[in-house]
């Protein structure tokens, strides 16, 4: 059954840049989005995800799901080097931490960048459909990351509430996405090693 969630997009905005962190993530947010008439542009930025075959595996996902709805997906430079510029110093950090934070801002800048030269007045990212990350961060880097440049609105929409969450599980059954195990990067999955996930 599908969600009834009232959307409000910032500025009453029909075009909006959707950072994309993986399918399962992307999947009742784009549904959703294309219920109520506003075709997303994904963003695909994710250079803190190791390693270089995890983010294709990934990658691929998202872009199986964009071509099922007919929208576009960018796919933002892999750059996994620079991304470990904002973990270092952080890479003990507890998920939530610090280093999650840094993360977030190094992504949501990227794509507020792009939505700023492509003409995308408003971002939003699937990053908060995502129970295992904390909204207050999700949204702090948005906000920062849309601060930095000219023309581009946060949108900190909640995807986890009015049945969101439900359906995301729902879609994830019948879409088999690759459902990953950790967040993406080297120091989020040190700790699932450990335990044997």
Same mark, same amino acid.
């Given at each position: 059954?599908?969600?009834?969630?009232?959307?409000?997009?910032?500025?009453?905005?029909?075009?909006?840049?959707?950072?994309?962190?993986?399918?399962?993530c $992307?999947?009742?947010?784009?549904?959703?989005?294309?219920?109520?008439?506003?075709?997303p542009?994904?963003?695909?930025?994710?250079?803190?995800? %190791?390693?270089?075959?995890?983010?294709?595996?990934?990658?691929?996902?998202?872009i199986?799901?964009?071509?099922?709805? @007919?929208?576009?997906i960018?796919?933002?430079?892999?750059?996994?080097?620079?991304?470990?510029?904002?973990?270092?110093?952080?890479?003990n950090?507890?998920?939530? @931490?610090?280093?999650?934070?840094?993360?977030?801002?190094y992504?949501?800048?990227?794509?507020?960048q792009?939505?700023? &030269?492509?003409? %995308?007045?408003?971002?939003?990212?699937?990053? =908060? $459909?995502?129970?295992?990350?904390?909204?207050?961060?999700?949204n702090?880097?948005?906000?920062? =990351?849309?601060?930095?440049?000219?023309?581009?609105?946060w949108?900190?929409?909640n995807?986890?509430?009015? @049945?969101?969450?439900?359906?995301?599980?729902?879609?994830?059954?019948?879409?088999? %996405?690759?459902?990953?195990? +950790?967040?993406?990067? &080297? +120091? $989020?999955?040190?700790?699932?090693?450990?335990? @044997?996930?």
């Amino acid at each position: 059954m599908k969600p009834s969630v009232h959307l409000e997009v910032p500025l009453g905005a029909d075009k909006v840049l959707l950072h994309a962190c993986c399918a399962p993530c $992307s999947s009742a947010v784009v549904e959703c989005l294309m219920d109520h008439g506003i075709q997303p542009t994904i963003f695909y930025s994710n250079s803190n995800i %190791f390693p270089r075959e995890e983010y294709d595996h990934r990658l691929n996902e998202c872009i199986r799901y964009a071509l099922k709805w @007919g929208i576009p997906i960018v796919d933002d430079v892999y750059d996994h080097d620079g991304w470990e510029g904002c973990a270092a110093g952080l890479e003990n950090e507890p998920e939530r @931490g610090g280093r999650c934070l840094n993360c977030f801002k190094y992504r949501l800048l990227r794509a507020a960048q792009y939505a700023s &030269e492509n003409g %995308f007045p408003v971002l939003t990212t699937t990053l =908060a $459909s995502s129970r295992w990350k904390s909204l207050e961060q999700v949204n702090a880097a948005g906000e920062w =990351a849309c601060a930095q440049v000219p023309g581009v609105t946060w949108w900190p929409q909640n995807w986890r509430k009015g @049945g969101l969450q439900e359906r995301r599980n729902e879609i994830i059954r019948s879409e088999r %996405f690759y459902n990953q195990l +950790y967040c993406g990067c &080297e +120091y $989020s999955f040190r700790p699932q090693k450990a335990e @044997g996930i």
